[in-house]
C-alpha cells in the first residue's frame, strides 16, 4: 500500500480531503512568494505592517517584563509610555498586555501565510477569520486609545505604533474577507 493510502485510510478513507482546496508546498511557495493577485499584495503588507507592530510591542513587552528600566520617548509634550504601560489596564488580565499583543501580531505572519493565492474561493473561512480576528483587535486598540487619554492623560508613541499597525490590518483584510464571505454565501 502507498504511503498515501495509508495515511488517507487514518483519516477515515479521505486520502486528500482534509486539505481539500489548499494547495501543495510547490503551490503555496510560488503562491507566497512570486505570485502577483492584489489579495497576495495586501496579505505581504499585513505580514509587513504585523511585523512593525511586533516590534513596538517587543520593546514594551520587555519594560513590562522588568528586562529594560526605562522607554525612551519622543521629545513631545503629552508623552508618558511608561506610565501608560504599566497602568492597570496594562496588567488587568493578570499578565502584561504588550507580550500579548506581540503574540498576536506573531499569528498574522502565520494567517497571512495560509492558503495559496485562491484561498477566499478555495477556503473562505481563513480569510473570514483574518478579518474577524482583525477587527477585534482593531475595536481593542480603539478603546485603548480612548482609555490612553481619558485615565492615563499621556500618550505612549510603542502604543500607537500598534493602534496603527492593528487599524491596518483590519483595512488590508477586508476586501479578502468580503470576497470569501460572499463566495461562501454563494455557495450554500
Not at 69 to 94: C, N, Q, R, Y
Not at 123 to 140: G, L, N, Q, R, S
Request: glycine share 10%; proline share 5%.
Amino acid at each position: 500500500m502507498r504511503k498515501g493510502r495509508a495515511h488517507g485510510a487514518m483519516l477515515g478513507g479521505r486520502e486528500d480531503g482534509w486539505r481539500r482546496g489548499l494547495p501543495g508546498a510547490g503551490a503555496l511557495r510560488a503562491a507566497l512568494q512570486r505570485g502577483r493577485s492584489r489579495d497576495l499584495a495586501r496579505r505581504r503588507l499585513i505580514a509587513a505592517v504585523s511585523l512593525t507592530g511586533g516590534a513596538s510591542m517587543a520593546v514594551v513587552s520587555l519594560f513590562q517584563l522588568g528586562i529594560i528600566e526605562h522607554l525612551p520617548d519622543p521629545p513631545l509634550p503629552g508623552f508618558d509610555s511608561a506610565k501608560v504601560t504599566s497602568s492597570d489596564i496594562a496588567f488587568g488580565l493578570t499578565m502584561p498586555d504588550a507580550p500579548l499583543a506581540l503574540t498576536s501580531f506573531a499569528s498574522n505572519l502565520a494567517l497571512a501565510g495560509w492558503g495559496g493565492a485562491e484561498r477566499a474561493r478555495n477556503t473562505p473561512w481563513i480569510p473570514v477569520a483574518v478579518a474577524a480576528k482583525a477587527a477585534v483587535e482593531a475595536a481593542v486598540s480603539g478603546w485603548l486609545l480612548v482609555q490612553m487619554r481619558r485615565r492615563e492623560r499621556a500618550w505612549c508613541a510603542y502604543c500607537l505604533v500598534a493602534m496603527a499597525a492593528n487599524m491596518a490590518v483590519f483595512a488590508l483584510s477586508l476586501p479578502e474577507g468580503w470576497a470569501a464571505l460572499g463566495k461562501a454565501r454563494a455557495r450554500s
